[in-house]
C-alpha cells in the first residue's frame, strides 16, 4: 500500500467539506473512535489541521498498531499532545524566559526563546518545509522508510532545518510528548485504556503494597490490572 | 517604600527540614519567630491525596511539587571560561518550594556522616600523606567530631522515623547493619523495610563477593510509628510514588507530618506563606542583621521584617544566594582564592550498571522513597585502599529503587530502537526484568567549583541568579569511573542475561536529574578566614545570622545530605537555646 497511514481524526478535520478522501473511509472509522469511549473528548484545540497531520503521522510511526497497542493515534497521544501544547506547560509554566539567548553548551540544556508550544509549531513547520524541498511533500505523505530517515536525522542534528531551528531540540520535545502521551495516566489523553500500562505491567495509581512487597520478591510477576486516576474517582 | 512590621525575635526563612527543626526546637524559649515561606502551604489530605498525588506527568514530569524556575533559578556553566546560562527548566536536581521543601518530596534516605567524612583531612594525611591531596582541593575537616553529633543524628532519626539496623551498637558490630558506621547509643525506631527481590539479588551477589551489604536506612516508616513528639506516621505502602510525591501514608518522614506542625502548635510561631525573602537587611556597620526584606507574591507588596536574630534555612543554594545579595562574609574570588562565601560547591557523583534478567520480575513500582540493599565497603571502609587508585572520597553502591513509573522508568538493551514496534517489544520484555546496580560518589572541593552571582540573568524580583560553576574535576571523575567497574562486578555477579555499557558521567550536565545534594558554598569551620559560619553554623561576620542547611557542608560524601544536616540544625538549636539567646554574640 502506498498510502502512508493518516491518523482518522486529523483526517476528519482536513476532510471538512473536501468530498472523498482518496482511499481513506473516514466515516467508516468514526465509530471505532468513539466506541473507545476516551477519557478525554476527540478533537484538537492547539493544533492547526496541518500540524494535526503531522503529529498523527509522527505518532503512528512512533507507537504502529501491533501485537501489543493499537496505534499512537488510536492510543490517544495526538491528543495528549495537544492538550500538552494547550495548557500551560506548553506556553511555559515553569520555565525560566529572559533573554540574552545564547546556544550554550549542551550541558547547559534547553535554551531557545520559545514555549515548547512555540517550539512545536516551528518545529512541524520547518521539518514539513525540509520534506518538502527534498521530497516534494510534507511529512505526513512520506513513506516509513523515508519518515524513519527524517525522525533519525533529527534526533541525531544531522537534519539542517530551513528556519534555523536546532533538529534536536525540536526532536526532544517531540519525543518527550509522545512518550508522555504513551505512559501518562490517561486522564490527560493518552494511554487509552491504559494500554501502555497493561503493556509493561504497570499497576497504576492503586498501591497498597505492604503485603505484596513480602510476595512477589522471589521473581515472579505481580499481576494486576492497572487503576487510573479515572478508576478511583 | 517597603512596609515595615512590627519587630519580632527571630525571623527563619524557609520552612524545610531545618526550618522546620529550628522553629521546633526554638519555638519553647518563649521568644516571637516568624517563618518566612516563599511558597504555599501544604496538607496530607489536600496536597497528597490519592489519586490526585499518584500522578507522574504532573509531579514527576513537571514538577509541580517543586521550585519554579520562571521565578527563580541558577545561572549553569562548568568552568570559569565559559559564559553561565540560566538553568530554564529543573532537571539535575529539584529543589523545593511551599511548606515542606524538598523535604516534603524527598525519599527518606538518612545516613550520619562519620569522622572519615568530619575528619577528612586529618584521615586521609594520616593515612596517605598531605601530599595525596591535589593543591586544586581545599580539602578541610569540619571542626565536629562524630561523637559530638551523634545525639543529634539519633534524635533525627527518631523524630523521622527511620527504618533500619545498627551495624555498630556502642562499638558492638551487630549483623544486618552497616559494620562501617559510627558506633550508635541506640538503633534505628524502626527495623529495616522488607526487603524486594533486587535487594534480595544484589544482597546475595555482594555477600558472595565477600562484601558487607544491609537495607539502606530511610525515612519510609516500616511500621505504623509514634514519633517522641507524639506525631503520628503510617506504615510506607510500597506504593512507588516517593520520590517527587508526597505521602498520603504519612509514612514518609517528612518536615510537613513532624516538626512544622508541632512547630506551630506554639503560638509563639508563626508561619507566613507566599513570602519570599530578598535579603537580609544589616545595619550600617554591615556587622548585625537587623531583619529581613521580603515581597508578599500574592500581592505583591514589599515587606520588612525587623529581628534580633536571622536564621536562613532556604536550602543550601539559596542561602548562599541570600549571602551574596545581602553582603555576608567575603564572596569567593577563584582567581585569587580569596573569600569564602560561595567556594567549596560540590555536587554527587554517580555510575550505574543497567542488567536485564531473561524470566524474572522485580516489580520495579513495588517500592519506596529508600529501599534497597547498599554496601559501605567502598567509602567508609577505612580499610579500602585509595593509594593505588589515586583518589579521595569513595561510593556507596546499591540496588533497589524508589519506583517503576513508565514515563521516567524504561530500560531497554543496548541498540534497542528508540520507538516502533521492536521498541515496544522490548520495553514491554524488559519492563519488568530490568536492574540496575547504582554508585553514590562522593564530590571533593575544587577551586573551580564555587557560586557567585551572575552578572547578567536576574530573577523575578530583578535580583542577580545565583550562578554555579561545576563540574566533575579528576578526582571525582578516577572515583566514578572506579565506581562504575565496581557496579559491573557487582552487577555480573547477579549473573545477568545481558548488560548495558557501564555509565559514569563525564562532565556535569544540568539536564537529566542526578541528585538534589548540592553541598557547599558558606562552610562551616574553626578558623574566620576560611569557613563561612562556625560550627554552630552561625556566621563569623554577621553574628546574629545562622545558616542552615548543606551549605555549611566542606564537600559531599557518597551518603545523601539530610542526615548531617538535621543533626547540626538540632545541634545549632541547642547552642542557640542555651548559650546564644543567654549572651548573644559568637558563639565560636
Ligand atoms: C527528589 C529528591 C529526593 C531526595 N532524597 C533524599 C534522600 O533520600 N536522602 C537525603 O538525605 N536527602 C534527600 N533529598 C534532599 C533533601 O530533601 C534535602 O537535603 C532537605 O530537604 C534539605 O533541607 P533544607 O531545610 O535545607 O531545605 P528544604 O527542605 O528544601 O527547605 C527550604 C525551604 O526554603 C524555602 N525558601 C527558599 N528560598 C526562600 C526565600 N528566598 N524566601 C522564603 N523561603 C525560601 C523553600 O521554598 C523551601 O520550602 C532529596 C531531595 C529531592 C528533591
Given at each position: 500500500m502506498s498510502q502512508p497511514k493518516v491518523g482518522r481524526r486529523a483526517l476528519l478535520l482536513l476532510a471538512g467539506g473536501v468530498?472523498?478522501?482518496?482511499?481513506?473511509?473516514a466515516a467508516a472509522q468514526v465509530p471505532a473512535a468513539a466506541a473507545a469511549s476516551p477519557a478525554v473528548p476527540v478533537g484538537?484545540?492547539?493544533?492547526?489541521p496541518s500540524e494535526a497531520v503531522f503529529v498523527e503521522a509522527v505518532v503512528t510511526h512512533m507507537i504502529p498498531a501491533d501485537e501489543l497497542t493499537p496505534d499512537g493515534v488510536e492510543l490517544g497521544i495526538a491528543t495528549f499532545i495537544d492538550r500538552a501544547l494547550a495548557g500551560s506547560w506548553g506556553k511555559?509554566?515553569?520555565?525560566?524566559?529572559?533573554?540574552?539567548w545564547k546556544t550554550g553548551t549542551?550541558?547547559?540544556g534547553y535554551q531557545l526563546p520559545m514555549t515548547p508550544a512555540e517550539l512545536y509549531r516551528a518545529g512541524i513547520a520547518q521539518t514539513n518545509a525540509w520534506c518538502e524541498t527534498t521530497?516534494?511533500?510534507t511529512f505526513d505523505r512520506l513513506t516509513a522508510t523515508e519518515k524513519e530517515t527524517v525522525l533519525q536525522d533529527l534526533s541525531q542534528a544531522r537534519l539542517k532545518l530551513p528556519g534555523g531551528l536546532p533538529a534536536r531540540a525540536f526532536f526532544d520535545v517531540v519525543y518527550q510528548t509522545v512518550m508522555e502521551g504513551m505512559?501518562?495516566?490517561?486522564?490527560?489523553?493518552?494511554?487509552r485504556d491504559k494500554a501502555a500500562w497493561k503493556m509493561v505491567g504497570f499497576p497504576g495509581v492503586?498501591?497498597?503494597n505492604a503485603q505484596n512487597i513480602a510476595i512477589f520478591n522471589d521473581g515472579r510477576r505481580f499481576p494486576n490490572e492497572p487503576v487510573s486516576i479515572a478508576d478511583m474517582s | 517604600m517597603a512596609r515595615r512590621l512590627p519587630p519580632v525575635d527571630i525571623v527563619i526563612v524557609g520552612m524545610g527540614w531545618t526550618g522546620g527543626i529550628m522553629a521546633r526546637e526554638l519555638g519553647p524559649t518563649g521568644q516571637k519567630i516568624v517563618v518566612l515561606e516563599r511558597g504555599g502551604p501544604r496538607s496530607t489530605e489536600e496536597d497528597f491525596a490519592v489519586p490526585l498525588i499518584r500522578d507522574e506527568l504532573r509531579f514527576?514530569?513537571?514538577?509541580?511539587?517543586?521550585?519554579?524556575t520562571a521565578k527563580d533559578t541558577v545561572s549553569v556553566r562548568n568552568n570559569p571560561t565559559e559564559e553561565a546560562l540560566p538553568m530554564?527548566?529543573?532537571?539535575s536536581f529539584l529543589p523545593g518550594e511551599g511548606v515542606g521543601g524538598a523535604g516534603a518530596h524527598w525519599?527518606?534516605?538518612?545516613?550520619?556522616?562519620?569522622d572519615h567524612d568530619l575528619k577528612i583531612r586529618s584521615t586521609y594525611e594520616a593515612r596517605?600523606?598531605?601530599?595525596?591531596?591535589?593543591?586544586d582541593m581545599p580539602l578541610c575537616d569540619w571542626g565536629v567530631s562524630y561523637a559530638e553529633l551523634e545525639p543529634y543524628y539519633e534524635k533525627f532519626e527518631y523524630i523521622a522515623g527511620v527504618s533500619g539496623k545498627a551495624g555498630n551498637l556502642r562499638g558492638r558490630l551487630q549483623p544486618g547493619?552497616?559494620?562501617?558506621?559510627g558506633a550508635r547509643k541506640r538503633d534505628y525506631p524502626l527495623p529495616p523495610l522488607t526487603e524486594n527481590y533486587a535487594g534480595r539479588l544484589f544482597t546475595e551477589a555482594t555477600k558472595g563477593l565477600g562484601l558487607h551489604p544491609f537495607a539502606r536506612p530511610t525515612a519510609n516508616a516500616s511500621r505504623p510509628y509514634v514519633n517522641p513528639d507524639g506525631m503520628q506516621l503510617g506504615q510506607c505502602?510500597?506504593?512507588?510514588?516517593?520520590e517527587r510525591f508526597g505521602c498520603e501514608s504519612n509514612a514518609k518522614g517528612s518536615p510537613n507530618i513532624t516538626v512544622i506542625p508541632v512547630a506551630l502548635k506554639n503560638p509563639n510561631v508563626e508561619l507566613r506563606n507566599w513570602s519570599w525573602v530578598q535579603k537580609v537587611m544589616l545595619d550600617s556597620t554591615g556587622k548585625k542583621a537587623v531583619g529581613v526584606a521580603y515581597v508578599n507574591?500574592?500581592?505583591?507588596e514589599e515587606l520588612e521584617q525587623p529581628a534580633d536574630l536571622v536564621i536562613l534555612c532556604a536550602y543550601g543554594l539559596s542561602n548562599v544566594h541570600l549571602m551574596l545579595l545581602s553582603g555576608i562574609g567575603k564572596p569567593y574570588d577563584?582567581?585569587?582564592?580569596?573569600?569564602?562565601?560561595?567556594?567549596?560547591y560540590a555536587y554527587q557523583g554517580t555510575a550505574s550498571q543497567q542488567m536485564f534478567f531473561e524470566?524474572?520480575?522485580?516489580?520495579?513500582?513495588?517500592?519506596?522513597?529508600?529501599l534497597g540493599a547498599i554496601i559501605d565497603d567502598y567509602h567508609a571502609?577505612?580499610?579500602?585502599?585509595?593509594g593505588p587508585l589515586g583518589y579521595i572520597g569513595g561510593s556507596t553502591i546499591t540496588a533497589g529503587g524508589?519506583?517503576?513509573?513508565?514515563i521516567g522508568y524504561r530500560p531497554t538493551p543496548?541498540?534497542?530502537?528508540?520507538?516502533g514496534s521492536d521498541w515496544k517489544r522490548a520495553t514491554a520484555k524488559w519492563y519488568q526484568s530490568a536492574l540496575s546496580v547504582n554508585a553514590l560518589g562522593a564530590v571533593m572541593p575544587h577551586r573551580q567549583n564555587f557560586l557567585d552571582l551572575d552578572p547578567t540573568y536576574r530573577n523575578r524580583f530583578g535580583q542577580p541568579l545565583l550562578r554555579m560553576t561545576f563540574d566533575f574535576k579528576d578526582n571525582d571523575q578516577k572515583q566514578n569511573r572506579h565506581a562504575a567497574e565496581l557496579c559491573t562486578q557487582i552487577g555480573k555477579a547477579m549473573n545477568p542475561t545481558r548488560v548495558n555499557p557501564a555509565f559514569y558521567p563525564r562532565s556535569w550536565s544540568?539536564?537529566?536529574?542526578?541528585?538534589?545534594h548540592n553541598t557547599g558554598g558558606a562552610i562551616m569551620g574553626r578558623e574566620p578566614g576560611t569557613s563561612a559560619v562556625n560550627t554552630w553554623l552561625?556566621?563569623?561576620?554577621?553574628?546574629?545570622v545562622f545558616v542552615v542547611g548543606a551549605?555549611?557542608?566542606?564537600h559531599n560524601s557518597a551518603y545523601n545530605p539530610t542526615g548531617p544536616v538535621a543533626a547540626l540544625a538540632y545541634r545549632t538549636a541547642e547552642a542557640i537555646r542555651d548559650r546564644y539567646l543567654k549572651r548573644p554574640g559568637l558563639l565560636a
Amino acid at each position: 500500500m502506498s498510502q502512508p497511514k493518516v491518523g482518522r481524526r486529523a483526517l476528519l478535520l482536513l476532510a471538512g467539506g473536501v468530498a472523498g478522501t482518496a482511499g481513506s473511509p473516514a466515516a467508516a472509522q468514526v465509530p471505532a473512535a468513539a466506541a473507545a469511549s476516551p477519557a478525554v473528548p476527540v478533537g484538537y484545540t492547539f493544533l492547526k489541521p496541518s500540524e494535526a497531520v503531522f503529529v498523527e503521522a509522527v505518532v503512528t510511526h512512533m507507537i504502529p498498531a501491533d501485537e501489543l497497542t493499537p496505534d499512537g493515534v488510536e492510543l490517544g497521544i495526538a491528543t495528549f499532545i495537544d492538550r500538552a501544547l494547550a495548557g500551560s506547560w506548553g506556553k511555559g509554566d515553569r520555565l525560566y524566559m529572559h533573554g540574552p539567548w545564547k546556544t550554550g553548551t549542551p550541558n547547559q540544556g534547553y535554551q531557545l526563546p520559545m514555549t515548547p508550544a512555540e517550539l512545536y509549531r516551528a518545529g512541524i513547520a520547518q521539518t514539513n518545509a525540509w520534506c518538502e524541498t527534498t521530497h516534494g511533500k510534507t511529512f505526513d505523505r512520506l513513506t516509513a522508510t523515508e519518515k524513519e530517515t527524517v525522525l533519525q536525522d533529527l534526533s541525531q542534528a544531522r537534519l539542517k532545518l530551513p528556519g534555523g531551528l536546532p533538529a534536536r531540540a525540536f526532536f526532544d520535545v517531540v519525543y518527550q510528548t509522545v512518550m508522555e502521551g504513551m505512559f501518562a495516566d490517561p486522564i490527560y489523553g493518552g494511554n487509552r485504556d491504559k494500554a501502555a500500562w497493561k503493556m509493561v505491567g504497570f499497576p497504576g495509581v492503586m498501591a497498597n503494597n505492604a503485603q505484596n512487597i513480602a510476595i512477589f520478591n522471589d521473581g515472579r510477576r505481580f499481576p494486576n490490572e492497572p487503576v487510573s486516576i479515572a478508576d478511583m474517582s | 517604600m517597603a512596609r515595615r512590621l512590627p519587630p519580632v525575635d527571630i525571623v527563619i526563612v524557609g520552612m524545610g527540614w531545618t526550618g522546620g527543626i529550628m522553629a521546633r526546637e526554638l519555638g519553647p524559649t518563649g521568644q516571637k519567630i516568624v517563618v518566612l515561606e516563599r511558597g504555599g502551604p501544604r496538607s496530607t489530605e489536600e496536597d497528597f491525596a490519592v489519586p490526585l498525588i499518584r500522578d507522574e506527568l504532573r509531579f514527576a514530569q513537571r514538577t509541580d511539587l517543586m521550585m519554579d524556575t520562571a521565578k527563580d533559578t541558577v545561572s549553569v556553566r562548568n568552568n570559569p571560561t565559559e559564559e553561565a546560562l540560566p538553568m530554564r527548566r529543573l532537571g539535575s536536581f529539584l529543589p523545593g518550594e511551599g511548606v515542606g521543601g524538598a523535604g516534603a518530596h524527598w525519599n527518606g534516605v538518612s545516613w550520619r556522616w562519620a569522622d572519615h567524612d568530619l575528619k577528612i583531612r586529618s584521615t586521609y594525611e594520616a593515612r596517605y600523606g598531605a601530599k595525596f591531596i591535589p593543591d586544586d582541593m581545599p580539602l578541610c575537616d569540619w571542626g565536629v567530631s562524630y561523637a559530638e553529633l551523634e545525639p543529634y543524628y539519633e534524635k533525627f532519626e527518631y523524630i523521622a522515623g527511620v527504618s533500619g539496623k545498627a551495624g555498630n551498637l556502642r562499638g558492638r558490630l551487630q549483623p544486618g547493619g552497616n559494620p562501617f558506621e559510627g558506633a550508635r547509643k541506640r538503633d534505628y525506631p524502626l527495623p529495616p523495610l522488607t526487603e524486594n527481590y533486587a535487594g534480595r539479588l544484589f544482597t546475595e551477589a555482594t555477600k558472595g563477593l565477600g562484601l558487607h551489604p544491609f537495607a539502606r536506612p530511610t525515612a519510609n516508616a516500616s511500621r505504623p510509628y509514634v514519633n517522641p513528639d507524639g506525631m503520628q506516621l503510617g506504615q510506607c505502602q510500597y506504593c512507588g510514588f516517593c520520590e517527587r510525591f508526597g505521602c498520603e501514608s504519612n509514612a514518609k518522614g517528612s518536615p510537613n507530618i513532624t516538626v512544622i506542625p508541632v512547630a506551630l502548635k506554639n503560638p509563639n510561631v508563626e508561619l507566613r506563606n507566599w513570602s519570599w525573602v530578598q535579603k537580609v537587611m544589616l545595619d550600617s556597620t554591615g556587622k548585625k542583621a537587623v531583619g529581613v526584606a521580603y515581597v508578599n507574591v500574592q500581592t505583591g507588596e514589599e515587606l520588612e521584617q525587623p529581628a534580633d536574630l536571622v536564621i536562613l534555612c532556604a536550602y543550601g543554594l539559596s542561602n548562599v544566594h541570600l549571602m551574596l545579595l545581602s553582603g555576608i562574609g567575603k564572596p569567593y574570588d577563584p582567581q585569587s582564592g580569596v573569600g569564602v562565601i560561595g567556594s567549596h560547591y560540590a555536587y554527587q557523583g554517580t555510575a550505574s550498571q543497567q542488567m536485564f534478567f531473561e524470566g524474572k520480575n522485580f516489580n520495579p513500582f513495588l517500592a519506596t522513597g529508600g529501599l534497597g540493599a547498599i554496601i559501605d565497603d567502598y567509602h567508609a571502609d577505612q580499610g579500602f585502599d585509595r593509594g593505588p587508585l589515586g583518589y579521595i572520597g569513595g561510593s556507596t553502591i546499591t540496588a533497589g529503587g524508589s519506583g517503576g513509573r513508565p514515563i521516567g522508568y524504561r530500560p531497554t538493551p543496548a541498540g534497542t530502537p528508540a520507538w516502533g514496534s521492536d521498541w515496544k517489544r522490548a520495553t514491554a520484555k524488559w519492563y519488568q526484568s530490568a536492574l540496575s546496580v547504582n554508585a553514590l560518589g562522593a564530590v571533593m572541593p575544587h577551586r573551580q567549583n564555587f557560586l557567585d552571582l551572575d552578572p547578567t540573568y536576574r530573577n523575578r524580583f530583578g535580583q542577580p541568579l545565583l550562578r554555579m560553576t561545576f563540574d566533575f574535576k579528576d578526582n571525582d571523575q578516577k572515583q566514578n569511573r572506579h565506581a562504575a567497574e565496581l557496579c559491573t562486578q557487582i552487577g555480573k555477579a547477579m549473573n545477568p542475561t545481558r548488560v548495558n555499557p557501564a555509565f559514569y558521567p563525564r562532565s556535569w550536565s544540568v539536564v537529566p536529574y542526578q541528585s538534589t545534594h548540592n553541598t557547599g558554598g558558606a562552610i562551616m569551620g574553626r578558623e574566620p578566614g576560611t569557613s563561612a559560619v562556625n560550627t554552630w553554623l552561625q556566621s563569623w561576620d554577621v553574628s546574629n545570622v545562622f545558616v542552615v542547611g548543606a551549605s555549611a557542608f566542606p564537600h559531599n560524601s557518597a551518603y545523601n545530605p539530610t542526615g548531617p544536616v538535621a543533626a547540626l540544625a538540632y545541634r545549632t538549636a541547642e547552642a542557640i537555646r542555651d548559650r546564644y539567646l543567654k549572651r548573644p554574640g559568637l558563639l565560636a
